[in-house]
């Protein structure tokens, strides 16, 4: 029966997956389908059933239940059929009793159904799963062999034929379940959650599908701004999802409502007519005031076009945004159709004669569309936030609306040195956060670099799009096989690409692509998408003033550490190239010993200088010290003043003079780049702010290290004061000192870990002060007490050292645990292994190798060469084996001597 059972589970799950989509509907090819494959499931079972006798016990009766409760009687009886035709080729008796147990689990289970909706049971249903096996195996009483085998298979078939129901019916549900919540979750990513209507993905998606003769209509909201500012934005909330609910209230069949925008919506009609869906839109206009009450001046604009058998989804949408627009520029409160405006009028003759040439229109006025990109440009200026992606997206769509050709297009922003693809429309989303480098960009664009920085727009074709692409992919890397993908490259018949740029340099790409014409864009296609690349460069003219605020604000909150461990000097730099957009930035900070200007870090690759060391009054950084003001030169190759001009190629440069409060000098920061991108008065402006911030960091910089280093000379006093107590260990601080530094420096590690190693080696022994003279100094062999008393003074120094401020964390580990062992037989806390604190494990080395080859009061000097072999000796038991290694390497190197 646990095959059985085990088969039943497995049939019942491959039967589920025939149920794809939810709601589920009636579809007979499907039903059939269900149906064979339930009688073929029912022959299998029977086929690995367990023999009682000339009577066999399986779970095909279950199945036989599974049927009758979703298609009714006659269709479980006819799943029954061929298992019970084959039984009674082989049994005629086993066959009579199978076929009253099929008629009692039928009709059972047909008055049972009517309780059971749509063959689902719950927990407070689960009582009736034994209802339809109540009749089996009750035909065996009626004979002999029948009676002999009914006290052993009754309980155990009933048993199990409940549980196979429960289980397989639990599979259905749950399958069932996984496809609503599938549906629920479609429609919801597809769904506005104000209004309740379709979002613009849906819309996309449904306008693709209109069927030619069909209407789209485009609907704004007149006058919202107004209610927004007169009552709020929850006012303006209410206002858009009462008209959502006066939308969902028209019949789908004939209207479907979606929310593409703020406050636009648009509807697709299938009506038959277009006279009919005027009609609509009428009834829904006047019916606008009813629903607002409250809202006096709320009206409805609308534009409204047919879709034409050629027509793609853009050029219908573009039509209807035409109408849509002169609705809006025409007083409102109207319908516009598009085709009552765009198609020519024929003159008496012409009709007479069926046709004639069209008489000449005004042209149109410009696109609803851009119109809504212009306000939503200004609101987006006036908000005074970082733009996000989605803001990038909504006029990216406004664009790929209004623009003749389009049909799809991508929007890629500069951030620091690279490109990254913020907005598509159109294409898959794995475009999206993809990043590209200048020269990629550069080849993308397939021009001049002249051209690029100068803003001209192109337009490529099918074969020049192929070589482009060539071209781009190769130094686009792993982000090649990404346009190839999601990039729909070879559908693409023709691209219009606008390099937006601000202050001589390309902050942003504009594409726009066509899947259907390379002829599709014209001069007037490259005339709007100009205008949407100035309202691009605006808003990002504006991003980048608050980029700058960000980045000055960042440097200032890290005066104090930085997080990533990098160095105020390393930090200036960095920010400097991100905030001035320069290739390389270089920092000179003032040696007052030598009276010179010292390179101390340097961002960017983009020229090998070297190191600089510049005496006082030479090149053009003390000129800009001299001046106190910020000096600039568009090409360094005929400036004089310029250090190493041979090597700057002929740059932009500008020197930003770091002053203290004295006017003191601090250091100056060089900043350069190609010179087609001089530095510019607005650059300057930036580099003094930046340079109030430097100063500052600089100063505090310096402050800190003359505390650090005063800070460390207390420490190294109070470790030598130490062994004042002691003279034959005089000198030991400073040589473990030196060891560990050495040692540390071998390791890796990193400054601040080399601070806390020097914490801890010059106070290893401050617990010492502790242990009484007699002990101490004691020239021979020490007693088990005395022993006792001079381990404690690890713990001791780890107690005293806790009270010393400023300490660096890490060196109260080398206080009280450089006497600990790597097997454990160490003190204070017999720690083991690496539980040890590495630099405990590395000072202790260092330590007893100083103590082996110094004389003290209990001992001789020991050879170097017979102290190392000591310490060889102890490795992987008293030192770290990896460590101890190290030391016999830099031993024989001569670090140690």
């Not at 004939?254 to 929310?259: K, N, P, T, V």
């Not at 989804?313 to 039509?319: D, E, I, V």
């Not at 320069?582 to 983009?606: C, H, K, M, N």
């Not at 580990?813 to 494990?841: C, K, N, T």
């Amino acid at each position: 029966m646990l095959l059985n059972l085990c088969l039943l589970i497995s049939c019942a799950f491959l039967v589920s997956l025939t149920f794809r989509e939810w709601p589920v509907r009636p579809r007979l090819s499907e039903d059939v389908l269900r149906v064979v494959l339930a009688a073929l499931i029912i022959c299998l079972l029977m086929v690995y059933s367990t023999p009682f006798g000339a009577f066999r016990v399986d779970l095909r009766f279950v199945v036989v239940a599974l049927v009758t409760l979703r298609y009714g009687v006659g269709v479980g009886a006819l799943a029954f059929l061929p298992a019970l035709a084959l039984r009674f080729l082989e049994d005629h008796v086993a066959a009579g009793v199978a076929a009253a147990n099929g008629l009692s689990v039928v009709l059972l289970t047909g008055l049972m159904r009517p309780h059971v909706v749509g063959a689902r049971l719950n927990l407070r249903q689960v009582w009736l799963a034994p209802v339809p096996f109540l009749g089996l195996s009750l035909a065996l009483l009626l004979t002999p062999q029948g009676r002999a085998v009914f006290p052993a298979v009754y309980l155990p078939g009933l048993s199990f034929s409940t549980l196979g129901l429960v289980l397989a019916l639990g599979i259905f549900q749950s399958r069932l379940r996984l496809l609503s919540l599938a549906h629920q979750l479609r429609a919801e990513a597809l769904s506005d959650p104000l209004t309740g209507l379709g979002n613009r993905r849906r819309f996309d998606n449904d306008l693709t599908a209109l069927a030619a003769g069909h209407q789209l209509v485009l609907l704004d909201v007149d006058h919202f701004k107004a209610v927004n500012d007169l009552y709020g934005h929850a006012a303006g909330d209410r206002v858009l999802e009462q008209l959502g609910r006066l939308l969902r209230e028209q019949d789908p069949a004939q209207l479907r409502a979606y929310r593409i925008g703020g406050e636009e919506f648009a509807l697709l009609a299938g009506t038959g007519s277009e006279a009919r869906t005027r009609a609509l839109i009428e009834e829904l206009r006047r019916r606008v005031p009813q629903v607002l009450v409250g809202y006096t001046g709320v009206t409805l604009s609308a534009g409204m076009s047919t879709r034409c058998p050629d027509d793609t989804p853009s050029a219908l949408f573009q039509r209807a945004d035409e109408a849509l627009y002169l609705a809006k520029t025409n007083g409102r409160d109207r319908l516009v159709v598009s085709e009552a405006v765009t198609r020519p009028p024929v003159t008496p003759e012409a009709a007479a004669d069926g046709g004639g040439p069209p008489v000449p229109l005004t042209p149109l006025q410009p696109r609803h569309s851009l119109w809504r990109a212009l306000r939503t440009t200004i609101a987006l200026l006036s908000e005074r936030r970082t733009l996000r992606d989605e803001d990038w997206r909504e006029l990216l769509h406004l664009a790929v609306a209004a623009v003749d050709g389009a049909e799809a297009g991508s929007l890629s922003i500069r951030e620091g040195r690279t490109f990254r693809m913020c907005a598509a429309v159109g294409f898959a989303p794995e475009l999206l956060g993809v990043r590209m480098d200048e020269a990629a960009q550069l080849r993308w664009y397939g021009r001049s670099r002249e051209e690029w920085q100068a803003g001209a727009a192109r337009i490529l074709k099918s074969d020049e799009l192929r070589r482009v692409y060539a071209r781009a992919d190769e130094v686009l890397w792993d982000a090649g096989p990404v346009f190839e993908r999601a990039g729909r490259r070879s559908e693409i018949r023709a691209d219009l690409c606008f390099p937006v740029v601000l202050g001589g340099e390309v902050i942003a790409h504009l594409n726009l692509d066509s899947f259907t014409s390379e002829d599709a864009f014209t001069w007037q296609s490259v005339e709007l998408a100009g205008l949407f690349a100035q309202q691009l460069a605006a808003l990002l003219h504006l991003q980048e003033r608050w980029r700058e605020l960000e980045l000055l604000g960042q440097l200032h909150a890290r005066l104090g550490a930085d997080p990533q461990g990098r160095s105020a000097e390393e930090q200036l730099t960095e920010t400097a190239i991100d905030l001035l957009h320069a290739a390389q930035a270089t920092l000179l900070r003032y040696d007052p010993a030598g009276d010179q200007l010292v390179s101390v870090a340097t961002e960017g690759t983009y020229r090998e200088l070297g190191p600089v060391s510049l005496p006082r009054g030479q090149g053009l950084s003390w000129e800009a010290l001299a001046r106190g003001q910020v000096l600039r030169v568009a090409n360094t190759g005929g400036d004089g003043r310029v250090y190493r001009r041979d090597r700057l190629a002929g740059d932009a440069m500008m020197a930003v003079p770091l002053l203290n409060g004295e006017q003191q000098p601090l250091g100056v920061l060089i900043l350069t780049r190609d010179a087609a991108r001089p530095f510019l008065p607005d650059d300057e402006s930036l580099a003094l702010l930046l340079a109030s911030v430097a100063t500052r960091m600089l100063e505090r910089t310096a402050y800190m290290e003359g505390l650090r280093a005063t800070l460390e000379a207390a420490l190294t006093t109070l470790g030598v004061a130490l062994e004042t107590r002691d003279f034959e260990t005089q000198g030991h601080t400073e040589r473990v000192l030196r060891f560990a530094g050495r040692f540390g420096a071998a390791l890796g590690l990193s400054g601040d870990r080399l601070t806390a190693l020097r914490h801890g080696a010059v106070l290893h022994d401050i617990g010492k002060l502790g242990i009484p003279d007699t002990v101490l100094l004691k020239p021979g062999a020490l007693t088990p007490e005395e022993r006792q008393v001079v381990e404690g003074h690890a713990a001791l120094g780890a107690t005293l050292a806790a009270r010393i401020p400023f300490l660096h964390p890490e060196a109260h580990g080398v206080i009280r645990s450089h006497h600990e062992r790597w097997d454990g037989r160490g003190y204070p806390d017999g720690l083991r292994g690496e539980d040890i604190p590495l630099l405990a494990r590395l000072f202790a080395l260092c330590d007893v190798y100083d103590a082996l080859v110094s004389t003290r009061p209990y001992k001789q000097a020991m050879p170097p060469e017979q102290a190392l072999g000591i310490l060889r000796a102890g490795r992987g038991t008293q030192f770290d084996p990896e460590l101890t290694d190290l030391f016999e390497r830099l031993w024989h190197a001569g670090a140690f001597r």
